[in-house]
T-cell receptor, first 113, second 113 residues
Framework: AQSVAQPEDQVNVAEGNPLTVKCTYSVSGNPYLFWYVQYPNRGLQFLLK??????LVKGSYGFEAEFNKSQTSFHLKKPSALVSDSALYFCAVTSLGYQKVTFGTGTKLQVIP | DTAVSQTPKYLVTQMGNDKSIKCEQNLGHDTMYWYKQDSKKFLKIMFS???????INETVPNRFSPKSPDKAHLNLHINSLELGDSAVYFC????????????FGQGTRLTVV
């Protein structure tokens, strides 16, 4: 079985400050990890993924995420938050041979002007 | 051009009715999905198809029946609608492989009254 935890329902950050949205996971085998963003009344949009290789993954809109195998974490980060980053963020996990992707419960990011 | 398109965007219907949601993707992907997002924004996979073949069928009432006439289309038919079916339903597609990201449609907000 596989699972994803996003421990924070909501994260508030001031515009211009760095942001972190947390994600931890549990899988058998090596994980494939994804971050998606959902704006109001829209579908999910892919931000970035970790498959293998460099633990620091860079994605769309200036976001990056760090894969930490020992802590089974894949936190999403951005050096300087924008008001337009305010949205719902989902972490997701799967692994080789496991066809189903499991999504976290989502974290609402609020960037305050 | 919209990559993954769903119709209708909104659907309001009475209990007991039968309704369908259509999904089409023009990305050439081999895998298509239906997801359900509830009022708390939890996202759960319902079905997954690879090249018209059903590969994931989660614990979904058999009132829900997907149909894939070709690999670019995955429709969802729901019989005898219940109040608890009210949710946002997302269609998505991806290339084959566990390490590929999904592209989501804009969602269909189903309200059963």
């Amino acid at each position: 079985a596989q699972s994803v935890a996003q421990p924070e329902d909501q994260v508030n950050v001031a515009e211009g400050n760095p942001l972190t949205v947390k994600c931890t996971y549990s899988v058998s085998g090596n994980p494939y990890l994804f971050w998606y963003v959902q704006y109001p009344n829209r579908g999910l949009q892919f931000l970035l993924k970790y498959i293998t290789g460099d633990n620091l993954v860079k994605g769309s809109y200036g976001f990056e995420a760090e894969f930490n195998k020992s802590q089974t974490s894949f936190h999403l980060k951005k050096p300087s938050a924008l008001v337009s980053d305010s949205a719902l963020y989902f972490c997701a996990v799967t692994s080789l041979g496991y066809q189903k992707v499991t999504f976290g419960t989502g974290t609402k990011l609020q960037v305050i002007p | 051009d919209t990559a993954v398109s769903q119709t209708p965007k909104y659907l309001v219907t009475q209990m007991g009715n039968d309704k369908s949601i259509k999904c089409e993707q023009n990305l050439g992907h081999d895998t298509m999905y239906w997801y359900k997002q509830d009022s708390k924004k939890f996202l759960k996979i319902m079905f997954s198809y690879n090249n018209k073949e059903l590969i994931i069928n989660e614990t979904v009432p058999n009132r829900f029946s997907p149909k894939s006439p070709d690999k670019a289309h995955l429709n969802l038919h729901i019989n005898s609608l219940e109040l608890g079916d009210s949710a946002v339903y997302f269609c998505a597609s991806s290339p084959i492989g566990e390490n590929t990201e999904a592209f989501f449609g804009q969602g269909t907000r189903l309200t059963v009254v």
